[in-house]
């Protein structure tokens, strides 16, 4: 079954702590994605990999770092430097062969 | 900054055609016109998108004005399902990538 994963779908951590989450496609994309939702609005660009081993930053970049070692995996670790880590988390691909992108099913991280 | 303006909610009647409205007036030559939906907590759908010529599928139309500085959305039968955030998205198409910035979105709310 092709598609996008994201695990785990609700996360709870203490304040002060690192925490990662996971994101795993098996359409062969080159390109990933992660983006923060806050409640009532849009996506915000955090990260982006268009390779293996190669990742940019994106508009909200600070408090999150990510790894490309493998071309299915782009995990993203929100650190305790994040200030508000409380939001829908959500990954997305791209391949070559499509125009678009592809989302995951998303990760709700909330901060005690 | 997301390149476009959506209304931010429209109500539609079930069985009936939902238009939903984009403004792009910045749009460049060589940018796409995207379409998402988003139904609470999952991960954004992909539904259409198009350059300059109107595109159909099998989940809706996509119409461009000949100046391509608006396009619309139309849903032609509502269902209930189809309640969702709806996002306009501009963007290079580039090979194995491209970059999304996400609006607000219009919430259509499909009524029985």
């Known amino acids: 079954d092709g598609g996008i994963t994201q695990s785990p779908k609700y996360l709870f951590r203490k304040e002060g702590q690192n925490v990662t989450l996971s994101c795993e496609q098996n359409l062969n994309h080159d390109a990933m994605y992660w983006y923060r939702q806050d409640p009532g609005q849009g996506l915000r660009l955090i990260y982006y990999?268009?390779?293996?081993?190669?990742?940019q930053k994106g508009d909200i970049a600070e408090g999150y770092s990510v790894s490309r070692e493998k071309k299915e995996s782009f995990p993203l670790t929100v650190t305790s430097a994040q200030k508000n880590p409380t939001a829908f988390y959500l990954c997305a691909s791209k391949g070559a062969v499509t125009d678009t992108q592809y989302f995951g099913p998303g990760t709700r991280l909330t901060v005690l | 900054d997301a390149k476009t303006t959506q209304p931010p909610s429209m109500d539609c009647a079930e069985g009936r055609a939902a238009n939903l409205p984009c403004n792009h007036s910045t749009i460049s030559g060589n940018e796409y016109v995207y379409w998402y939906r988003q139904i609470h907590s999952q991960g954004p759908q992909y539904i259409i998108h198009?350059?300059?010529n109107n595109e159909t599928n099998e989940m809706a139309s996509l119409i461009i004005t000949e100046d391509r500085k608006s396009s619309t959305l139309i849903l032609p039968h509502a269902t209930l399902r189809d309640t969702a955030v709806y996002y306009c998205?501009?963007?290079?198409?580039?090979?194995?990538?491209?970059?999304?910035?996400f609006g607000s979105g219009t919430k259509l709310n499909v009524k029985p």
């Open positions: 198009g350059l300059k």
């Open positions: 998205i501009v963007s290079l198409a580039e090979y194995n990538f491209n970059k999304f910035y």
């Open positions: 990999s268009q390779i293996v081993n190669d990742f």
